[in-house]
């Protein structure tokens, strides 16, 4: 089962956020994330959070929504829905709105496909394309053109990328290292890692990265 | 030796800008992220990169700036800066533009505080607050009420936090883990580490965050 789960950070644009409706079985928002939703014509099955965001009549704007409360302080909001999701059954997790605005929330975030990294198809989407997390290995789906780039933030040993313009052969990665803005010349890129937890960015072509002139070669 | 480093990311506003300026005795800009500051009557000390992305006419607006071209790929032009800040004798580093944006620099820009975490004092600031690593000992000055966030992406191990509503006592953090939106109850507070890497954010009293309804809780 696919559950898109809507958390409160930078909204994914309308057109995105439909397609990603479109394509989950079921359709989780924690707390504020939910208030954007009516504009949109949308409705998510389930809203989940300590409620402390959400809007009052948030009842009569959802009618068919499950509300779920959740007060236990010991994780987030986001985790909670994905402890929710898992507990029902799913195998696959999107999280949408869950990168920009403060960077705090973005790097608790980014911590959860980390922490859920080979125990579940867990990946961060936004309009520039998709972040997951391996401790083991992943093949990216593509097209060549598409930027790559892999984020470490303990040494990872034992890196292994092919598919790409700058491949890695069994290769160590350190934080702030430069494989950044790599390429797919393939239809698909493998990547592996014998130790350690690697945070890759797949980024479509044609999407909002293709705003900046990117040469594929190493930015800050 | 006090370094302003500029990078490509979301501009800050011009006033954080103007004052960081101000408070650094040298300002590096990389490469794209000179563009705006002509329109803000700030010209950088040094401009640095690989040119791919400075206006063609940069010569012309910063007269005075030094150029320095790093073609050298194995690090990204923020990594470059950072290593010539050093060079010419920085203590002290301070990052802006570097948050925002695609989520894969944000993400190796922040690997750059781990990266240099115990060697340089080193710290990412936006309009919301500032960012630093420790993998010893910090102390964070501040105002009560002052919102503070602990990250990490590798499980820390005898973590104690001080001064804070939620103090945290020789504990174990995990990634993804709700050490997020904690506040300071004091004029500062304590935060160290026996084995791993935090990643700390203060957010300002009266900061950007404010526009959020913050209840110092956990949230997404």
Not at 5 to 29: K, N, Q, V
Not at 109 to 119: F, I, P
Not at 143 to 155: I, K, N, R
Not at 191 to 201: M, P
């Amino acid at each position: 089962m696919h559950v898109l789960i809507l958390a409160h950070g930078e909204m994914p644009s309308a057109s995105l956020l439909r397609t990603l409706c479109e394509e989950a079985d079921l359709f989780l928002a924690t707390d504020g994330a939910a208030n954007a939703l009516p504009d949109l014509g949308m409705a998510p099955h389930v809203i989940l959070g300590d409620f402390d965001s959400v809007a009052a009549r948030a009842g009569e704007l959802f009618p068919t929504a499950e509300f779920i409360h959740t007060p236990d302080q010991e994780a987030s909001d986001l985790d909670k829905a994905l402890m929710l999701a898992i507990e029902r059954g799913a195998t696959r997790v999107t999280l949408a709105g869950a990168l920009g605005g403060r960077i705090d929330h973005t790097l608790v975030n980014v911590g959860l496909l980390v922490k859920y990294a080979g125990r579940l198809d867990l990946r961060i989407v936004d309009d520039w394309g998709e972040t997951r997390a391996t401790s083991d290995s992943l093949v990216i789906s593509g097209h060549p053109g598409d930027t790559l780039s892999v984020a470490v933030f303990a040494p990872a040993e034992g890196v292994t990328l092919t598919g790409v313009r700058w491949p890695l052969h069994d290769e160590r990665l350190l934080p702030g290292s430069r494989a950044v803005s790599n390429s797919l010349v393939e239809e698909s890129a493998r990547l592996s890692v014998r130790e350690g937890v690697l945070i890759v960015t797949h980024l479509r072509t044609g999407g909002a990265d293709r705003e900046e002139e990117d040469t594929g070669e190493a930015k800050e």
